[in-house]
C-alpha cells in the first residue's frame, strides 16, 4: 500500500495510468469533430464567392480538459484511495470481531451492526481473514470460531439478533480461548469488541483474553444511545415510585415511563431525569388504587430492550385490606394481634383499619379477623359470597367455641404442646403440599407451633388443608364459599401461639392469599414450577414461548436470572401470574471501567479511514453521461443547437452539484412572494376531495392520508358521491376553500396557529367549510384529570370557534345517512362535541367544528388489499360504526341541515320501525 501522508492507495500501480494524460491530451487535440456536410443544388450562384468558412482543427480546450479529468478521476478511482485519520491506523492482521448481543445492545443494535459492517468490509478491501464471535448465548449451538473470508462474516453477521438475557462474556472468554487452543485463531489479530458500554463481573476476563490476541479497541455506544432498564416499582402510599437505570452518565437525560395496562391502554405517563453522573433516577406516579392495579406493565418511551419493560404479575396487585380493629388495639400496638398483621400486609396491600361498619363502605376485597375482632354479623357471609375474601386467626374464644365462617369443623378447646399436661413437644411446620397456594415457598424450620386448634376428624379434607404441621395436623385450612373465600389460620396472629408471626414465611404466606382477591383459584399445577406463558423479546414485545425455555422450579423462580431456558416474560403456575423481568434486586448498570487490561476505547461516532473509490467512479460516470450530452449538442443532433459558449455554460451547470457544497436552507435569506395554486389544488377545486392537515409528523399524516382515503372508498361504494383521493393541506400555504371536509389531528404539542393560518380558516369556516378535530388520545385521556387538550387549545384559541355542546341525540349528524346514536373511531367512550347553537351561525344552521379523541382515521384506513391496517378496541362492530359515521361527517359537509327538514320525518320513523 502507497501512502501520501494520511491519504492512501489500496492499488497504487493503477496511478500508472496518470501518466497517459498527456498522450490523452494529444490523442484528443489530434482527433478534429467530424465536417458536417451539406447539399446546396444552385452551387454556380457560389462560384467566385468568398469561402471563410473554417472546420475546427481540434476540440474545444475545456472539453478536453474535461475529458482529462474524467480519465483522471477513474484512474484515481481504479487506485482505491483511502484516507486515514492521523490517530488511525491502517491493518494488515487478521480481524476479530466481538459483539455483544445481550439485551443492553438492543438500544444501539443497528449502530453496531453497521460498525460491524464496517470493520468486514475494510477487511475485506485488505484481504484480510475475518472471524465474529457473539457473547450472548442463543440457547442453541454455536458455530465453530474460526477465522474465514469475508462472505462467511456477512453471512454469520446477517443470522445475529440481540438476545433478551444478558451477555455471557466469562463463556465467550472460554469458547476463544479453546479456538486460540485448538489452532483455529492463530497468530496477531486486530481486536475489536463491539461493546454495549455495561460492565459485568466477567468483562475483565474477556478484556484478558482478548488482549492476549493483539490490540484491543473497544467500541461502544455514547451517552444518548446507552442502554436504559427499569428496575422494580416500589408501592407508595398515594401510587408508585418508579425508578431507572442507565450506564452512560455523561449528560444530563430526560426519559419516560408510561404505565400500561393489560389492554394495552396508557394509565399514567411521568418524566424522569438524569443528573451529570447519576446513573438512577427517580419519581413517584400518584394514582388511585383503583387505576394502580390496573397496571399490567411498566414502559421506558423512546428506547426499544427487554429491560425497557417492566412486567408486573399478581404479586404487584394491592387489592383493599380491611382490619377490623377494636379501640383497645390503639394503646399496646405491640400487643396486639393486627400489629404482625400489618407488618406483613403493609408492604402488598391498601390497609384500612376500622369497624366493620365502616370497611365494608370501603368496598375492600379481604377482611382479616382476629379471634378477640370476632363478629358473628350476617353481612361477614354476604362479603364472602359476593367474592370477597375473609381471612381468620384462631385464639382462645375460637377454641372455646366455633361458628359458620369456618372452613372445617373445630374440636372445642386447644392443642397445647411442650405443657406439663402434654407429652408432645412443639411442631414445626411440614412442607407444602403442591395443591396449596403456598407451595414452593420454603417452610421455616424456625418457626414452632406451641397451640392451635384442631379440626374434627373428616372435615379437614386434603382440598381444604393448605398448610400442616410435622404430625399431619392443620395449621391452615380453606373453603370456597359461593364466589368467595374463607382461610383460618389455627393459631393466632401474634407470637401467643406460635413463632410464624415472627417468621419470614409469614408475610409471603399472606401475601399468596392477597391472589385470591383477585378471582383466582387456589390450586396450582402438581409439579411446583413456574411455566413461560409470553416472552419478552430483544425489542421488548411479548412473543410466544421460545422452544428452549423450561419450566422454573417454584422454590427457585424469585432468584432465577433471565436465560434461554428462563426468558424474560409472564410465568402462570395454575391460576397464579408472575413476571421474570431483566432487573432483579442486585442488578447494577455500571459504564465499563477504562482499566480494562490493554484497552483502548472509541466510540460509534469515532474517526473512520474512509475510502473514496465509490465515490470518484460515481462522479465519473456522471461526467461522462454530461460529456455525451455536450457531445451531441455541439454534432448538432440535439432538437436545441448548442455552440461553444452555451456547451461550456451547460458543462458548468452540470458540475456545480458536484462541487460546490450543499446550502443550508435557512441560510438563504427568503422574500415574499406571491402564493400561486399548485395543480393539486385546482384538481381539488374540479373534482370532490376531501383534506387532511399536516402535522409535521410522518406517521400522523400517513396515518390520515389512509384514513381520508378508505372513507373515500367506503362513501363511493355506499352512496352516489365519488369523491377523489384525499389531498394533504397545509393551513400556512394552501387554499382551503376547494375541500368540503377537512380533517385535522391535533397533536399535543401543536402551536398556535400564524395570523395568516387564522384568517384562512375562518374564512374557510365562514364560507360553510367543516372541520373535525381529532386528538386521536381517547385511550389516554384520562391522564389529563379533566384538564383541557393542549395542543387543542393552542389551535382553537387562533380560531373565532362559537361555544360548543355534546352531540344531541336529534343532531342531524345522528340522522344524515345512517342512524346513529354512538360515534366511535378505533377508540370509544369520549365525548363529541359540535357547535352548540349553528343556528346562530352564517352557515344556515350547520356546525362548522366537529371535535373528538376517538381517532377517527385509523378506524376508517385500509390498507392496499382492502383490510384493516389497526386493530380496533371494539371490534369489527366498532369499526363499522366508525365508517358509518365518517359517511355521515361527509353527507353533513356536503348537505348541511337537509335531513332537519320535516319532510324526511316518515322516512325516518319508518326507518326506526315506529
Same mark, same amino acid.
Given at each position: 500500500m502507497f501512502a501520501l501522508g494520511p491519504l492512501s492507495f489500496g492499488a497504487p500501480l493503477a496511478l500508472a495510468g496518470l501518466v497517459a494524460l498527456p498522450v490523452l491530451w494529444l490523442l484528443l487535440r489530434a482527433t478534429p469533430p467530424a465536417p458536417k456536410r451539406a447539399i446546396f443544388p444552385p452551387l454556380?450562384?457560389?462560384?467566385?464567392?468568398?469561402?471563410?468558412?473554417?472546420?475546427?482543427?481540434?476540440?474545444?480546450?475545456?472539453?478536453?480538459?474535461?475529458?482529462l479529468l474524467i480519465a483522471a478521476l477513474i484512474i484515481i478511482a481504479l487506485a482505491r484511495p483511502v484516507w486515514t485519520p492521523p490517530n488511525v491506523e491502517e491493518e494488515t492482521r487478521p480481524a476479530l470481531i466481538v459483539m455483544d448481543t445481550g439485551w443492553a445492545s438492543a438500544a444501539a443494535w443497528n449502530d453496531m451492526r453497521q460498525e460491524a459492517e464496517r470493520l468486514i468490509g475494510d477487511a475485506e478491501r485488505d484481504g484480510r481473514a475475518v472471524a465474529l464471535v457473539t457473547t450472548a448465548p442463543t440457547g442453541q449451538a454455536l458455530p465453530a470460531l474460526r477465522l474465514g473470508n469475508a462472505d462467511e462474516a456477512r453471512r454469520r453477521l446477517d443470522s445475529i439478533e440481540p438476545q433478551p438475557w444478558p451477555a455471557d462474556r466469562a463463556a465467550t472468554a472460554e469458547r476463544i480461548g479453546t479456538a486460540r487452543s485448538n489452532g483455529t485463531l492463530d497468530g496477531a489479530m486486530a481486536v475489536t469488541w463491539l461493546s454495549d458500554g455495561v460492565d459485568s463481573r466477567d468483562a475483565a476476563e474477556l478484556a484478558r483474553m482478548l488482549d492476549g490476541l493483539g490490540d484491543l479497541t473497544v467500541i461502544e455506544p455514547d451517552a444518548g444511545r446507552a442502554p436504559l432498564a427499569l428496575a422494580a416499582p416500589e408501592p407508595a402510599a398515594d401510587g408508585l415510585t418508579v425508578s431507572v437505570l442507565r450506564a452512560g452518565r455523561d449528560f444530563p437525560r430526560t426519559v419516560a415511563v408510561t404505565a400500561l395496562g393489560s389492554d394495552g391502554r396508557?394509565?399514567?405517563?411521568?418524566?424522569?431525569?438524569?443528573?451529570?453522573?447519576?446513573?438512577?433516577?427517580?419519581?413517584?406516579?400518584?394514582?388511585?388504587?383503583?387505576?394502580?392495579?390496573?397496571?399490567?406493565?411498566?414502559?421506558?418511551?423512546?428506547?426499544?430492550?427487554?429491560?425497557?419493560?417492566?412486567?408486573?404479575?399478581?404479586?404487584?396487585?394491592?387489592?383493599?385490606?380491611?382490619?377490623?380493629?377494636?379501640?383497645?388495639?390503639?394503646?399496646?400496638?405491640?400487643?396486639?394481634?393486627?400489629?404482625?398483621?400489618?407488618?406483613?400486609?403493609?408492604?402488598?396491600?391498601?390497609?384500612?383499619?376500622?369497624?366493620?361498619?365502616?370497611?365494608?363502605?370501603?368496598?375492600?376485597?379481604?377482611?382479616?379477623?382476629?379471634?378477640?375482632?370476632?363478629s358473628d354479623d350476617v353481612r361477614i357471609a354476604d362479603f364472602v359470597n359476593e367474592g370477597g375474601v375473609l381471612i381468620r386467626f384462631a385464639g382462645p374464644r375460637l377454641a372455646a367455641q366455633g361458628d359458620d365462617l369456618l372452613p372445617v369443623i373445630l374440636r372445642e378447646g386447644g392443642r397445647l404442646f411442650g405443657g406439663s399436661l402434654n407429652w408432645d413437644e412443639p411442631q414445626r411446620i411440614a412442607a407444602f403440599p403442591d395443591t396449596s397456594p403456598f407451595a414452593g415457598l420454603p417452610a421455616d424450620s424456625t418457626a414452632t407451633i406451641d397451640r392451635q386448634v384442631l379440626a374434627q376428624p373428616g372435615s379437614a379434607t386434603p382440598d381444604r388443608v393448605w398448610a400442616r404441621l410435622e404430625d399431619g395436623t392443620p395449621l391452615v385450612t380453606a373453603e370456597r364459599? *359461593?364466589? @368467595?373465600?374463607? !382461610?383460618?389460620?389455627? #393459631?393466632? $396472629?401474634? /407470637?401467643?401461639?406460635?413463632?410464624?408471626?415472627?417468621?419470614?414465611?409469614?408475610?409471603?404466606?399472606?401475601?399468596?392469599?392477597?391472589?385470591?382477591?383477585?378471582?383466582?383459584?387456589?390450586?396450582?399445577?402438581?409439579?411446583?414450577?413456574?411455566?413461560?406463558?409470553?416472552?419478552?423479546? *430483544?425489542? @421488548?414485545?411479548? !412473543?410466544?414461548?421460545? #422452544?428452549? $425455555?423450561? /419450566?422454573?422450579?417454584?422454590?427457585?423462580?424469585?432468584?432465577t436470572p433471565a436465560s434461554p431456558v428462563a426468558p424474560p416474560g409472564l410465568y402462570r403456575l395454575g391460576s397464579a401470574a408472575s413476571a421474570l423481568n431483566i432487573v432483579g434486586p442486585d442488578t447494577r448498570m455500571d459504564p465499563l471501567p477504562r482499566d480494562l487490561p490493554g484497552a483502548s476505547f472509541a466510540g460509534l461516532d469515532g474517526p473512520r479511514a474512509r475510502h473514496f473509490d465509490a465515490l470518484l467512479l460515481a462522479a465519473a460516470l456522471i461526467m461522462l453521461t454530461l460529456d455525451v450530452v455536450i457531445a451531441l449538442g455541439l454534432a448538432g443532433?440535439?432538437?436545441?443547437?448548442?455552440?461553444?459558449?452555451?456547451?461550456?455554460?451547460?458543462?458548468?451547470?452540470?458540475?456545480?452539484?458536484?462541487?460546490?457544497?450543499?446550502?443550508?436552507?435557512?441560510?438563504?435569506?427568503?422574500?415574499?412572494?406571491?402564493?400561486?395554486?399548485?395543480?393539486?389544488?385546482?384538481?381539488?377545486?374540479?373534482?370532490?376531495?376531501?383534506?387532511?392537515?399536516?402535522?409535521?409528523?410522518?406517521?400522523?399524516?400517513?396515518?390520515?392520508?389512509?384514513?381520508?382515503?378508505?372513507?373515500?372508498?367506503?362513501i363511493f361504494r355506499r352512496s352516489a358521491m365519488e369523491p377523489e383521493p384525499p389531498l394533504a393541506v397545509n393551513v400556512n400555504t394552501d387554499e382551503l376553500i376547494f375541500f368540503p371536509l377537512l380533517y385535522w389531528p391535533v397533536t399535543r404539542d401543536a402551536a398556535p396557529l400564524s395570523d395568516a393560518a387564522s384568517r384562512r380558516v375562518a374564512a374557510y369556516l365562514a364560507a360553510g367549510g367543516l372541520i373535525v378535530f381529532d386528538t386521536q388520545d381517547a385511550d389516554i385521556a384520562m391522564l389529563r384529570a379533566g384538564a383541557p387538550h393542549p395542543g387543542l387549545v393552542n389551535v382553537l384559541d387562533s380560531i373565532d370557534v362559537p361555544a360548543l355542546s355534546q352531540i344531541p341525540g336529534d343532531h342531524v349528524l345522528t340522522r344524515a345517512f345512517y342512524l346513529l346514536q354512538e360515534f366511535p373511531g378505533r377508540y370509544s367512550g369520549s365525548p363529541v362535541w359540535v357547535e352548540a347553537n349553528p343556528d346562530g351561525a352564517s352557515r344556515d344552521g350547520t356546525s362548522g367544528v366537529i371535535i373528538g379523541s376517538h381517532d377517527w382515521a385509523t378506524a376508517w384506513s385500509r390498507g392496499e388489499g382492502g383490510g384493516a391496517t389497526a386493530p380496533i378496541d371494539g371490534g369489527e362492530r366498532q369499526r363499522e360504526l366508525a365508517i358509518r359515521f365518517g359517511v355521515n361527517i361527509a353527507m353533513y359537509a356536503l348537505t348541511g341541515n337537509y335531513k332537519a327538514d320535516q319532510v324526511h320525518v316518515p322516512d325516518i320513523l319508518e326507518r326506526l320501525g315506529q
Amino acid at each position: 500500500m502507497f501512502a501520501l501522508g494520511p491519504l492512501s492507495f489500496g492499488a497504487p500501480l493503477a496511478l500508472a495510468g496518470l501518466v497517459a494524460l498527456p498522450v490523452l491530451w494529444l490523442l484528443l487535440r489530434a482527433t478534429p469533430p467530424a465536417p458536417k456536410r451539406a447539399i446546396f443544388p444552385p452551387l454556380r450562384l457560389l462560384l467566385g464567392a468568398p469561402d471563410d468558412a473554417e472546420t475546427p482543427q481540434h476540440a474545444p480546450w475545456w472539453l478536453i480538459l474535461f475529458r482529462l479529468l474524467i480519465a483522471a478521476l477513474i484512474i484515481i478511482a481504479l487506485a482505491r484511495p483511502v484516507w486515514t485519520p492521523p490517530n488511525v491506523e491502517e491493518e494488515t492482521r487478521p480481524a476479530l470481531i466481538v459483539m455483544d448481543t445481550g439485551w443492553a445492545s438492543a438500544a444501539a443494535w443497528n449502530d453496531m451492526r453497521q460498525e460491524a459492517e464496517r470493520l468486514i468490509g475494510d477487511a475485506e478491501r485488505d484481504g484480510r481473514a475475518v472471524a465474529l464471535v457473539t457473547t450472548a448465548p442463543t440457547g442453541q449451538a454455536l458455530p465453530a470460531l474460526r477465522l474465514g473470508n469475508a462472505d462467511e462474516a456477512r453471512r454469520r453477521l446477517d443470522s445475529i439478533e440481540p438476545q433478551p438475557w444478558p451477555a455471557d462474556r466469562a463463556a465467550t472468554a472460554e469458547r476463544i480461548g479453546t479456538a486460540r487452543s485448538n489452532g483455529t485463531l492463530d497468530g496477531a489479530m486486530a481486536v475489536t469488541w463491539l461493546s454495549d458500554g455495561v460492565d459485568s463481573r466477567d468483562a475483565a476476563e474477556l478484556a484478558r483474553m482478548l488482549d492476549g490476541l493483539g490490540d484491543l479497541t473497544v467500541i461502544e455506544p455514547d451517552a444518548g444511545r446507552a442502554p436504559l432498564a427499569l428496575a422494580a416499582p416500589e408501592p407508595a402510599a398515594d401510587g408508585l415510585t418508579v425508578s431507572v437505570l442507565r450506564a452512560g452518565r455523561d449528560f444530563p437525560r430526560t426519559v419516560a415511563v408510561t404505565a400500561l395496562g393489560s389492554d394495552g391502554r396508557a394509565i399514567a405517563r411521568r418524566d424522569l431525569s438524569f443528573d451529570a453522573g447519576a446513573g438512577l433516577a427517580s419519581a413517584d406516579i400518584a394514582l388511585p388504587l383503583d387505576l394502580r392495579n390496573r397496571i399490567a406493565s411498566l414502559r421506558l418511551d423512546g428506547t426499544t430492550s427487554a429491560a425497557s419493560v417492566r412486567l408486573l404479575g399478581d404479586q404487584w396487585q394491592r387489592p383493599r385490606v380491611g382490619l377490623i380493629t377494636l379501640e383497645s388495639d390503639e394503646g399496646q400496638p405491640l400487643l396486639s394481634d393486627l400489629h404482625y398483621v400489618r407488618s406483613a400486609l403493609g408492604p402488598h396491600a391498601q390497609l384500612i383499619n376500622g369497624d366493620l361498619d365502616a370497611l365494608l363502605a370501603e368496598d375492600i376485597s379481604v377482611l382479616v379477623m382476629t379471634d378477640n375482632a370476632r363478629s358473628d354479623d350476617v353481612r361477614i357471609a354476604d362479603f364472602v359470597n359476593e367474592g370477597g375474601v375473609l381471612i381468620r386467626f384462631a385464639g382462645p374464644r375460637l377454641a372455646a367455641q366455633g361458628d359458620d365462617l369456618l372452613p372445617v369443623i373445630l374440636r372445642e378447646g386447644g392443642r397445647l404442646f411442650g405443657g406439663s399436661l402434654n407429652w408432645d413437644e412443639p411442631q414445626r411446620i411440614a412442607a407444602f403440599p403442591d395443591t396449596s397456594p403456598f407451595a414452593g415457598l420454603p417452610a421455616d424450620s424456625t418457626a414452632t407451633i406451641d397451640r392451635q386448634v384442631l379440626a374434627q376428624p373428616g372435615s379437614a379434607t386434603p382440598d381444604r388443608v393448605w398448610a400442616r404441621l410435622e404430625d399431619g395436623t392443620p395449621l391452615v385450612t380453606a373453603e370456597r364459599r *359461593a364466589r @368467595g373465600w374463607i !382461610v383460618l389460620f389455627h #393459631v393466632t $396472629a401474634s /407470637p401467643d401461639w406460635s413463632d410464624l408471626p415472627l417468621s419470614g414465611l409469614f408475610p409471603r404466606m399472606l401475601q399468596r392469599l392477597m391472589g385470591l382477591a383477585q378471582g383466582g383459584t387456589a390450586s396450582v399445577p402438581g409439579n411446583g414450577a413456574w411455566v413461560l406463558d409470553r416472552a419478552l423479546d *430483544a425489542s @421488548g414485545q411479548l !412473543v410466544a414461548a421460545p #422452544v428452549s $425455555a423450561r /419450566p422454573v422450579p417454584a422454590t427457585n423462580f424469585d432468584t432465577t436470572p433471565a436465560s434461554p431456558v428462563a426468558p424474560p416474560g409472564l410465568y402462570r403456575l395454575g391460576s397464579a401470574a408472575s413476571a421474570l423481568n431483566i432487573v432483579g434486586p442486585d442488578t447494577r448498570m455500571d459504564p465499563l471501567p477504562r482499566d480494562l487490561p490493554g484497552a483502548s476505547f472509541a466510540g460509534l461516532d469515532g474517526p473512520r479511514a474512509r475510502h473514496f473509490d465509490a465515490l470518484l467512479l460515481a462522479a465519473a460516470l456522471i461526467m461522462l453521461t454530461l460529456d455525451v450530452v455536450i457531445a451531441l449538442g455541439l454534432a448538432g443532433r440535439l432538437p436545441v443547437r448548442l455552440g461553444g459558449a452555451t456547451a461550456a455554460a451547460v458543462l458548468a451547470l452540470g458540475l456545480s452539484p458536484l462541487m460546490t457544497p450543499a446550502a443550508d436552507a435557512q441560510d438563504a435569506p427568503s422574500s415574499p412572494q406571491r402564493v400561486e395554486l399548485s395543480d393539486e389544488m385546482m384538481q381539488a377545486a374540479l373534482t370532490l376531495r376531501f383534506g387532511y392537515v399536516t402535522t409535521g409528523d410522518t406517521t400522523i399524516d400517513n396515518r390520515s392520508r389512509a384514513g381520508l382515503t378508505g372513507l373515500s372508498q367506503e362513501i363511493f361504494r355506499r352512496s352516489a358521491m365519488e369523491p377523489e383521493p384525499p389531498l394533504a393541506v397545509n393551513v400556512n400555504t394552501d387554499e382551503l376553500i376547494f375541500f368540503p371536509l377537512l380533517y385535522w389531528p391535533v397533536t399535543r404539542d401543536a402551536a398556535p396557529l400564524s395570523d395568516a393560518a387564522s384568517r384562512r380558516v375562518a374564512a374557510y369556516l365562514a364560507a360553510g367549510g367543516l372541520i373535525v378535530f381529532d386528538t386521536q388520545d381517547a385511550d389516554i385521556a384520562m391522564l389529563r384529570a379533566g384538564a383541557p387538550h393542549p395542543g387543542l387549545v393552542n389551535v382553537l384559541d387562533s380560531i373565532d370557534v362559537p361555544a360548543l355542546s355534546q352531540i344531541p341525540g336529534d343532531h342531524v349528524l345522528t340522522r344524515a345517512f345512517y342512524l346513529l346514536q354512538e360515534f366511535p373511531g378505533r377508540y370509544s367512550g369520549s365525548p363529541v362535541w359540535v357547535e352548540a347553537n349553528p343556528d346562530g351561525a352564517s352557515r344556515d344552521g350547520t356546525s362548522g367544528v366537529i371535535i373528538g379523541s376517538h381517532d377517527w382515521a385509523t378506524a376508517w384506513s385500509r390498507g392496499e388489499g382492502g383490510g384493516a391496517t389497526a386493530p380496533i378496541d371494539g371490534g369489527e362492530r366498532q369499526r363499522e360504526l366508525a365508517i358509518r359515521f365518517g359517511v355521515n361527517i361527509a353527507m353533513y359537509a356536503l348537505t348541511g341541515n337537509y335531513k332537519a327538514d320535516q319532510v324526511h320525518v316518515p322516512d325516518i320513523l319508518e326507518r326506526l320501525g315506529q
